[in-house]
């Protein structure tokens, strides 16, 4: 009896504590047991921090940017070198252009948008001509200085006029809007079909040294712009005669006009290299009478005839009375006198024989 009274004291005692267990108060695990109203209590004490980031970097500076350690959400961090004008940026995030912050020495603007056509491009770059986006006020820019490509150096687009030569597309461009000179408005070099009179030409697509000969009437800058005529007065006229002195008739041998020139007549060294021969009377007329001027559209001289004897004219200082006339008067740098030009004029009158 006694055994058994002993035994059920033991479990008498050890339900006992069971229970008293089970009523205590929460344990320091952070969760405590039910309540009166049968909720379970709780702590307020906060979770550990973790080193783990638990969204993207915003941008914001964390409790620890600047203390030169790199810890999530930083991307970068130099302590004391942190600045929002250098590469890193006083949120701890490396520079960027898009990020509204002007980094020193690398970009010179940043407005943290991504219109390009604004004041600040995307490349946060100058904005201007050149920098090979369209700004306002801009035509066109293609990021370099070829003034003959599409765009020219001043971000306005190739134009005939511009006074730049479009490659391929002009053969000339001089700037302005003048048909008379060597570039037309068309930005075309002159024709002797364009219409106009320009280049070298005196008149209408006639004279200088492409073109056709002008007409009687038309525009002339020297004899070798007329047409069977004789340029007087800038204008193709009639060839005119020959004005000579008032000579008394006289029979002269060729004999005679030679030595009335011989003294001064050397401007063609003698005749030394040309068809001129002047060493005696004879020589002198072979190498005229009937022999056509190099220059002139008439002979050197014409046996009696004074207005077709080119060689009169040059003697004369008249050479520009005849077509195709031109240069200086004979002999260069001297002037024959009265009498001797009478002489020679006498000896192609009476049949330069």
Partial sequence: MRTLALSLSLVAAACDTA????????ADTGVGGATGTGEPATTTDAPAP???????????????????????????????GNADDGPCTLACQFAFCGDGLVYAGVEVCDDANLIDSDDCPNDCLPGGCGNGFVDPGEACDDGNDNDEDDCVST??????????????????????????????????????????????????????????????????????????????????????PLVPLDCAPASVSAAQA???????????????????IFKDGESFRDS??????????????????????????????????????????MPIGKVLSDAQLCTVIEWVRGGAD
């Fill in 155 to 240: 971000c306005e687009a190739a134009r005939c006029g511009d006074g730049f030569v479009h490659a391929g597309v002009e053969m000339c461009d001089d700037g302005d809007d003048s048909d008379d000179d060597l570039c037309t408005t068309a930005c075309l070099p002159p024709s002797c079909s364009d219409g106009v009179a320009n280049g070298y030409e005196p008149d209408v697509d006639c004279g200088g040294p492409h073109c056709a000969a002008c007409s009687l009437g038309e525009n002339c800058f020297g004899n070798q712009d007329c047409d069977q005529s004789v340029c007087k007065q800038q204008q193709c006229v009639p060839p005119l």
């Fill in 258 to 276: 030679w030595q009335a020139v011989k003294g001064s007549c050397n401007c063609h060294g003698n005749g030394v290299g040309t068809s001129l």
């Fill in 19 to 26: 229970d008293s267990a089970a009523t205590d108060g929460p």
């Fill in 50 to 80: 973790t080193s783990e980031p638990t969204s993207e970097p915003t941008g914001e500076p964390g409790e620890d940017c600047g203390d030169g350690v790199v810890q999530s959400p930083e991307i970068c961090d130099f302590g004391a």
């Fill in 288 to 329: 005229m009478v009937g022999v056509p001027s190099t220059m002139a559209a008439i002979d050197i001289v014409t046996a009696g005839d004074v207005d077709r004897s080119y060689l009169l004219f040059k003697l004369l200082n008249q050479q520009t009375n005849v077509v195709g006339g031109g240069g200086n008067p």
